[in-house]
Nanobody
Framework: QVQLVESGGGLVQAGGSLRLSCAAS?????MAWFRQAPGKEREFVAA???????NYADSVKGRFTISMDNGKNTVYLQMNSLQSEDTAVYYC????????????WGQGTQVTVSS
């Protein structure tokens, strides 16, 4: 029911920065970023609620910042100090408040960090 469109992926050198955006077709309360590297399972990266509360995976704490623009139904992921290990397809996701799992997903955007 909710459509999500990611953008902002690309190629960046290690130590560099990149900002991802995800636009939702409807108002959302909780939005999150996941990523999946080749041969790896999809993993949680960060989440944000409309009240500003955030949650981060240990692997990105201190380097990534998630934020939400409630007026635009858009979530951002500012990625700093990028490492080769951050290379993956990044997916935006959202869910209803009472849902256990994230149920709406974007198409993904590729982030490649060169050594």
């Amino acid at each position: 029911q909710v459509q999500l469109v990611e953008s902002g992926g690309g190629l960046v050198q290690a130590g560099g920065s990149l900002r991802l955006s995800c636009a939702a077709s409807a108002r959302t309360v909780r939005m999150a970023w996941f990523r999946q590297a080749p041969g790896k399972e999809r993993e949680f990266v960060a989440a944000v609620k409309s009240d500003g509360n955030t949650n981060y995976a240990d692997s990105v704490k201190g380097r990534f910042t998630i934020s939400m623009d409630n007026g635009k139904n858009t979530v951002y992921l500012q990625m700093n100090s990028l490492q080769s290990e951050d290379t993956a397809v990044y997916y935006c996701a959202t869910k209803r408040i009472l849902s256990t799992r994230y149920e709406y997903w974007g198409q993904g955007t590729q982030v490649t960090v060169s050594s």
